[in-house]
């Protein structure tokens, strides 16, 4: 999903202007490291990425009035906690691309990469200080919960009785917790009331709630020259996702063992494997549907603002990752 910020329809178009300054201050901090950490940091900050946080806290100040200078540094702050869990992430799941680029971890190694990411979340951490307590203790209690929900989801690896209550909490943690600070900061910086805050806190959950089932999808059904990064990492790190979970339910007892078998063993479990327990394309078609409806249910969350181009872009964000869902369906 969102490959490129491009010119087509893309609802983040908005506010290019925007999130090319924060791209641009995102750059310019790789140099308040010492020159040793400075390449390194430009590195993984300077690849390209989608840049999804600072585009959700620019379009979320733009529907409850008006983009100005905290609002840059808050999406900056959130992307840079953002690139430290993916040089995490990466670590932990043995990947080699990130953006069609060798990754941290298979460039340096991971001692390194361990490192780096530990200096970007300091920084980032570090840069936060400069808003208000309560704005800087809520930044600090996301990224908190993204690492929380990264330790529960590693605890769960190889685990068969995880159940879906479960994995919602991890992925609300470890994916959604950025997002919906995002938009609740937003607009906690334009001085709007609570109700409005939590309801962009609300949209935000539930977007990055949906657009981590599409990339647990995309990791079974995805291609990796066109994602552009390492795939099939989830099973073979025993990580149990929205689609396994949804198989588990229609395997039978002993296509249940067999598959116990294999995680009680850490082997890596190949996507044939599933594809002959159950209906593997049905597990598939459920997740996307229950992150369709997830999606729906954050445009719901829209309703207080008012009307205009930045809360129709929040709305055409979620019909876009919902196209993409839907393009994994059988």
């Given at each position: 999903m969102l490959t490129r910020l491009k010119k087509e329809n893309?609802?983040?178009?908005?506010?290019?202007?925007?999130?090319?300054?924060?791209?641009?201050?995102?750059?310019?901090?790789a140099r308040a490291f010492d020159p040793a950490v400075e390449g390194y940091v430009s590195y993984v900050a300077?690849?390209?990425?989608?840049?999804?946080?600072?585009?959700?806290?620019?379009?979320?100040?733009?529907?409850?009035?008006?983009?100005?200078?905290?609002?840059?540094?808050?999406?900056?702050?959130?992307?840079?906690?953002?690139?430290?869990?993916?040089?995490?992430?990466?670590?932990?799941?043995?990947?080699?691309?990130?953006?069609?680029?060798?990754?941290?971890?298979?460039?340096?190694?991971?001692?390194?990469?361990?490192?780096?990411?530990?200096?970007?979340?300091?920084?980032?951490?570090?840069?936060?200080?400069?808003?208000?307590?309560?704005?800087?203790?809520?930044?600090?209690r996301a990224a908190n919960d993204v690492c929380t929900g990264e330790i529960i989801q590693?605890?769960?690896?190889?685990?068969?009785?995880?159940?879906?209550?479960?994995?919602?909490?991890?992925?609300?943690?470890?994916?959604?917790?950025?997002f919906a600070v995002a938009g609740e900061l937003a607009a906690a910086l334009n001085g709007c009331p609570e109700d409005i805050q939590a309801r962009l806190h609300g949209y935000g959950d539930k977007l990055g709630t949906a657009y981590q089932i599409y990339d647990d999808v995309l990791d079974l059904v995805g291609d990796e020259e066109t994602v552009g990064k390492t795939l099939g990492t989830d099973l073979e790190k025993g990580k149990l996702t929205l689609p396994v979970l949804n198989l588990l339910e229609n395997a039978t007892e002993s296509q249940?063992?067999?598959?116990?078998?294999?995680?009680?063993?850490?082997?890596?479990?190949?996507?044939?494997?599933?594809?002959?327990?159950?209906?593997?394309?049905?597990?598939i078609d459920s997740a996307v549907q229950t992150a369709c409806s997830i999606l729906a249910d954050a445009r719901a969350d829209l309703s207080v603002l008012p009307h205009g181009d930045s809360h129709a872009a929040l709305e055409q964000v979620t019909r876009f990752l919902e196209a993409r869902l839907r393009q994994c369906l059988r």
């Open positions: 893309f609802p983040f178009e908005l506010v290019r202007p925007h999130v090319e300054k924060v791209e641009a201050a995102i750059l310019e901090q300077g690849s390209s990425g989608k840049r999804i946080r600072p585009a959700l806290v620019a379009l979320a100040a733009g529907a409850t009035g008006g983009v100005h200078d905290d609002h840059l540094r808050l999406g900056m702050v959130l992307e840079l906690i953002h690139i430290a869990t993916l040089v995490h992430d990466d670590i932990m799941d043995g990947a080699e691309l990130r953006r069609s680029a060798p990754t941290a971890s298979a460039r340096w190694g991971n001692a390194l990469a361990v490192l780096l990411g530990d200096a970007l979340f300091s920084h980032a951490l570090e840069l936060s200080t400069e808003f208000p307590n309560a704005l800087t203790r809520k930044i600090a590693t605890q769960r690896r190889y685990d068969l009785n995880l159940d879906k209550a479960t994995y919602f909490k991890i992925i609300r943690m470890k994916t959604a917790a950025l249940r063992s067999k598959l116990n078998r294999l995680l009680i063993s850490q082997q890596p479990i190949e996507v044939s494997v599933l594809a002959g327990i159950a209906d593997y394309q049905g597990s």
